[in-house]
């Protein structure tokens, strides 16, 4: 996404920024928190989950320095479902609702920037909900592993790992140990998974 526009919020809106530097593993955003602003990354990566009635939580996407969150909420005042929380050391800019109004009156290309944002977590939303309907474990973890680098591990448990696929832990070390065998994704404890080919 648009990194350079984080350099370029007007200098009028300064006084309003608030610039957060988070521990990996903060939390940011409650599920049931009310969020009344726009979040811009500027570094690190944060998860946005969704929890579920029996406690679980599902993994939906991460967002990396560049995506913004909150911007669902300049256009509707519903009560935030999701959570987010910090996957790295994250820093950010936090501008009030009011004031990212006020400067999309002003610039359509933060206007442009927001929707493109809009857009990617609506189309990556239905995409997963059709993955989810269709095929196996392995699978879905092959789609989840390949949202990050080659040889990146992503540290990460497995009971973890099998609520984001929606599994369970059976399935998710028959399907971690596929990959294995097929040369294709390598498993550590201490370190996580990481797709290898």
Same mark, same amino acid.
């Given at each position: 996404?648009?990194?350079?526009?984080?350099?370029?919020?007007?200098?009028?809106?300064?006084?309003?920024? @608030?610039?957060?530097?988070?521990?990996?593993?903060?939390?940011?955003?409650?599920?049931?928190?009310? @969020?009344?602003?726009?979040?811009?990354?500027?570094?690190?990566?944060? &998860?946005?989950?969704?929890?579920?009635?029996?406690?679980?939580?599902?993994?939906?996407?991460?967002?990396? &320095?560049?995506?913004?969150?909150?911007?669902?909420?300049?256009?509707?005042?519903?009560?935030?479902?999701?959570?987010?929380?910090?996957?790295?050391?994250?820093?950010?800019?936090?501008?009030?609702?009011?004031?990212?109004?006020?400067?999309?009156?002003?610039?359509?290309?933060?206007?442009?920037?927001?929707?493109?944002?809009?857009?990617?977590?609506?189309?990556?939303?239905?995409?997963?909900?059709?993955?989810?309907?269709?095929?196996?474990?392995?699978?879905?973890?092959?789609?989840?592993?390949?949202?990050?680098?080659? @040889?990146?591990?992503?540290?990460?448990?497995?009971?973890?790992? &099998?609520?984001?696929?929606?599994?369970?832990?059976?399935?998710? @070390?028959? &399907?971690?140990?596929?990959?294995?065998?097929?040369?294709?994704?390598?498993?550590?404890?201490?370190?996580?998974?990481?797709?290898?080919?």
């Amino acid at each position: 996404m648009n990194k350079k526009l984080l350099k370029k919020i007007p200098q009028k809106y300064e006084a309003y920024q @608030n610039i957060q530097e988070l521990e990996k593993e903060q939390l940011i955003i409650e599920s049931d928190g009310l @969020n009344k602003g726009v979040y811009f990354i500027v570094s690190g990566k944060v &998860a946005v989950k969704k929890y579920l009635l029996n406690g679980d939580h599902v993994f939906l996407k991460e967002l990396v &320095a560049g995506n913004c969150f909150g911007e669902m909420e300049l256009f509707s005042d519903r009560d935030g479902t999701y959570e987010i929380t910090t996957l790295t050391k994250a820093s950010l800019i936090y501008l009030p609702r009011e004031i990212v109004k006020i400067w999309m009156a002003e610039d359509f290309e933060i206007v442009a920037y927001l929707f493109e944002e809009l857009n990617d977590k609506l189309q990556y939303s239905s995409n997963y909900i059709i993955e989810q309907k269709q095929g196996t474990t392995y699978e879905h973890l092959i789609i989840f592993l390949e949202q990050y680098r080659v @040889n990146e591990w992503i540290d990460i448990d497995k009971t973890s790992l &099998a609520v984001t696929l929606n599994t369970s832990l059976r399935n998710l @070390n028959r &399907a971690i140990l596929k990959g294995k065998n097929e040369g294709k994704l390598e498993w550590q404890k201490g370190k996580g998974i990481r797709i290898i080919s």
